[in-house]
């Protein structure tokens, strides 16, 4: 039996309707006009860490924008096919191509493995591919790969440890927390049983590790949900039509990063918003 330390997370089951705060305003900004060039490649959508937000199209062309001071660097990656999705990690962007294929800032014995996954998650403790109904956990101190099965989605958070998300034997949807290894840690959050998202998606991941979901829901709107370790739903918000796979964020000053249609194509905008107090 594997021993269970470490675990911060508040055993609680809340209704997903109970809680829901809707935004009373948003304020938009645009931060960046994103290239046609980059959209007609085929644009992945970012990655936030740091004050700095990562965009990525298929062909490897990237923007590093600085939010603070909005500077801006443009470049490229090598690629061998194209990128299907990727994560950045201490500033360095880590890719995942069509032949399931690893690039960038990797450990030189990840670059010879293909796997059946089309997401990619980089952490603390290595990196964890998922998208096939099974994920892959590469730890940094091993050259060991644990395979975990039946895992179709995953987020990974501090220490080790994942969100996931899982349909019960009542159907309605579960938030909870793993190890690494697939080990159930504890149950975080009871969906109530009218919630039944289409396309849903988990992440990124929140500023205080909170779980961050999207999902278009019976009325054909897209929201997202953010959802704490404590077992407390914080937010519900009404999202626009999703125009890349990794099109939204939440910043370290939880305002809104989101990629929406402008009048001259795709913009990356900005969003404070105003929530009810409760």
């Given at each position: 039996m594997?021993?269970?330390?470490h675990?911060?997370f508040?055993i609680t089951f809340?209704s997903?309707?109970?809680?829901?705060?809707?935004?009373?305003?948003?304020t938009?900004?645009?931060l960046?006009?994103?290239p046609?060039?980059?959209i007609?490649?085929?644009?992945?959508g970012?990655?936030?860490?740091n004050n700095?937000?990562?965009?990525l199209?298929?062909?490897?062309?990237?923007?590093?924008?600085?939010?603070?001071?909005q500077?801006?660097?443009?470049g490229?990656?090598?690629?061998?096919?194209s990128?299907?999705?990727?994560?950045v990690?201490?500033?360095?962007?880590?890719?995942?191509n069509?032949?399931?294929?690893?690039?960038g800032?990797?450990f030189?014995?990840?670059?010879?493995?293909?796997f059946n996954a089309?997401?990619?998650e980089a952490?603390?403790a290595g990196l964890?591919?998922?998208?096939s109904g099974d994920?892959y956990y590469?730890?940094k101190s091993?050259?060991?790969?644990?395979?975990?099965?039946d895992?179709?989605?995953l987020l990974?958070?501090?220490?080790g440890?994942?969100?996931?998300?899982?349909?019960t034997?009542?159907g309605?949807w579960?938030?909870?927390i793993y190890?690494c290894?697939g080990?159930?840690?504890s149950?975080?959050?009871d969906?109530?049983?009218?919630?039944?998202?289409?396309?849903?998606?988990?992440?990124?991941?929140?500023?205080?590790?909170?779980?961050?979901?999207?999902?278009i829901?019976e009325n054909s709107?897209r929201?997202?949900i953010?959802?704490?370790?404590?077992?407390?739903m914080?937010?519900?918000l009404?999202l626009p039509?999703q125009?890349?796979?990794r099109?939204?964020?939440v910043?370290?000053?939880?305002?809104?990063?989101i990629?929406e249609?402008?009048r001259?194509?795709?913009?990356?905008?900005?969003?404070?918003?105003?929530?009810?107090?409760?």
């Amino acid at each position: 039996m594997i021993k269970r330390i470490h675990v911060f997370f508040l055993i609680t089951f809340l209704s997903l309707f109970s809680f829901e705060l809707t935004a009373q305003s948003i304020t938009r900004e645009v931060l960046l006009e994103i290239p046609q060039k980059m959209i007609s490649q085929g644009l992945l959508g970012f990655r936030y860490e740091n004050n700095h937000v990562y965009i990525l199209s298929e062909s490897g062309n990237y923007i590093i924008l600085n939010t603070a001071d909005q500077s801006m660097k443009e470049g490229s990656v090598k690629v061998s096919g194209s990128i299907v999705d990727f994560d950045v990690y201490n500033g360095e962007l880590i890719y995942l191509n069509d032949a399931g294929s690893l690039g960038g800032h990797i450990f030189s014995e990840w670059a010879s493995l293909s796997f059946n996954a089309s997401r990619i998650e980089a952490c603390s403790a290595g990196l964890m591919l998922y998208g096939s109904g099974d994920a892959y956990y590469l730890p940094k101190s091993s050259a060991e790969v644990v395979e975990i099965k039946d895992m179709p989605f995953l987020l990974p958070v501090q220490d080790g440890f994942f969100w996931t998300m899982a349909l019960t034997e009542k159907g309605n949807w579960r938030a909870d927390i793993y190890d690494c290894f697939g080990n159930m840690m504890s149950p975080v959050f009871d969906f109530a049983s009218t919630y039944q998202p289409v396309n849903l998606q988990l992440g990124p991941e929140g500023p205080d590790n909170e779980l961050l979901i999207s999902g278009i829901e019976e009325n054909s709107k897209r929201f997202a949900i953010s959802i704490g370790n404590n077992g407390r739903m914080f937010w519900k918000l009404r999202l626009p039509r999703q125009e890349a796979p990794r099109d939204f964020a939440v910043d370290a000053l939880e305002r809104i990063l989101i990629i929406e249609r402008s009048r001259s194509g795709l913009s990356l905008n900005r969003w404070k918003v105003k929530f009810p107090e409760g």
